[in-house]
């Protein structure tokens, strides 16, 4: 049988194309991150990207429990729940949201302040908000994919540990929980989530979709990453409204 | 009768309160605004401009259509749906977006690769996509209170037309006839726009919740130039997967 121009690709070779997309597109690449893990932030830039990263945390249960609340598959369900209970705990001081407000707190800044998420950037809200409506709109499957840029978030958070520590006085072990915690959480999360796609997208056209998706979340990404460089490092133009690091004498 | 710190406004007091937005919000007084004016754009960022802001142009009768479909009151919706008209035209060859593709082809783009909105940046999707879901999401007096910034457009257009005109060899009567059209159609929206939120907003929360969602709408617009001098002006970082402009010999 020859093969068309758009045939199904093997599972290896859809596996390839979608790690492809992180190596290319992937946030760790972004100089905002490259100046973070080189501990080039000063404390007001290391707050800004502390209180829009929030953001971001806060909005993955909601984008998860709009998952769920889609699959009629009970075995996805079952699988997808402890995300949510990941980031929210089980209990008041509890989760992946708590832990990054422990840093928040680490980096000096007020918990109440960025819980209430005023200051944030609208290009991070835009760009979380996009994220949590993709996964509402789209297809199950691509709401699927655009899990798996955490194929990527092991090595990043790894390395990410080992430079904050070096660098930065307020990396310790109760400030840097979250990261310690998500090294664990993500591969497994991942494992189940690169094989529901790699059985599910049995078409070329779904492969696309999900290459797709996961291209679409690495804009997420990268797009807050964009903001955060262009108010708070060059040209550090800060939109109206938003935070504005304390300046110490 | 003594005022509590929460009485509704009189309807100048508010009206000045949205004007305020205006003065301290819009979009007018972003540098890369400033630079358009000053004639210090290149060709590849004045390109990127007209790309990315085509995007906006296209989003604008999705949102209007959307605003129109929740409306029970017909004559909002009598009055609404010349925004439409004005953007699409009454037939091929007319309207805004017809006019923003032959500026596009003015500073020497595609037409067809503009009109394909491959290259714009994703955070101008992700703010023009938030403004259309703001719109269909918040009530209908939050909706209307966001087109707003019309009432801060007709000086821009004005100071656009003539700096266009001195700066840029393209800028002439056909390529910048969308300007000219919006100076007479921007002062006609507005003042249905505003007489409809200064009559239905009858209660302080009202009040405060056009003032939120017209400072939405201005963020909308600011972050929008915030991606554009990020990625074309300074530090002049493309991400991946944008509108590369040709380097010319």
Known sequence: MSRSSNHTWTRREFEQRLRAIGAARYHDRHPFHIKLHEGGLNQGQMQAWVLNRFYYQKSIPLKDASLIGRADDIALRREWISRITDHDGKAPGEGGIERWL????????????????????????????????????????????SSL????????????IAALLEHYPFANDRTLAYFRTRLVQAPEDVAFGLGYVLDHADSR???EQCLAAL??????????????????????LIPPGAFVPEVRA
Chains 1, 2 share one sequence.
């Open 215 to 236: 291209s679409f979340k690495t804009d997420v990404l990268w797009s807050q990453l964009d903001a955060l460089n262009h108010a708070y490092v060059t040209p550090a």
């Open 149 to 160: 840029t955490e194929m990527f978030a092991p090595t990043l958070h790894k390395t990410r």
């Open 205 to 207: 056209e779904k492969q």
């Open 102 to 145: 422990v840093l928040a707190e680490g980096v000096g800044l007020d918990r109440d302040y960025v819980a209430s998420c005023a200051g944030v950037l609208p290009a991070t809200r835009f760009a979380c908000e996009a994220y949590i409506r993709f996964v509402r709109e789209k297809s199950l499957l691509e709401a699927v994919a």
